[in-house]
């Protein structure tokens, strides 16, 4: 009914940038709130950062200033801008997003498959 795309991932040295995109598509009335979230080698998923439909957002502690999450409502899209990486944050990322499907006018929890980021000299 409702799918996401994520692309953006990759290898890139502390200290360096990369931007993550998150593209929902199908049978979408509406998207509430978008997040991302990682889960690295043998840690729990974690939220990263979460953004309204109206533009708060709202991050956790270890990304504060370095990450930006924004998001594109007419083409349902959400982005992760991660700048000064450090090797912690090496982890599978996952998008989430909080829809509406039309017609049915249900909600729908709806994650992407993930990208690989890896932080490392």
């Known amino acids: 009914q409702v799918q996401l795309v994520e692309s953006g991932g990759g290898l890139v040295q502390p200290g360096g940038s990369l931007r993550l995109s998150c593209a929902a598509s199908?049978?979408?009335?509406?998207?509430?709130?978008m997040g991302w979230y990682r889960q690295a080698p043998g840690k729990e998923r974690e939220l990263v950062a979460a953004?309204?439909?109206?533009?708060?957002?709202n991050y956790v502690d270890a990304v504060k200033g370095r990450f930006t999450i924004s998001r594109d409502n007419a083409k349902n899209t959400v982005y992760l801008q991660m700048n000064s990486l450090k090797p912690e944050d090496t982890a599978v990322y996952y998008c989430?997003?909080?829809?509406?499907?039309?017609?049915?006018?249900?909600?729908?929890?709806?994650w992407g498959q993930g990208t690989l980021v890896t932080v490392s000299s």
């Open positions: 989430k997003a909080d829809t509406i499907v039309s017609r049915t006018l249900r909600s729908l929890e709806v």
């Open positions: 199908g049978r979408i009335f509406s998207i509430n709130a």
């Open positions: 953004i309204s439909s109206g533009g708060s957002a």
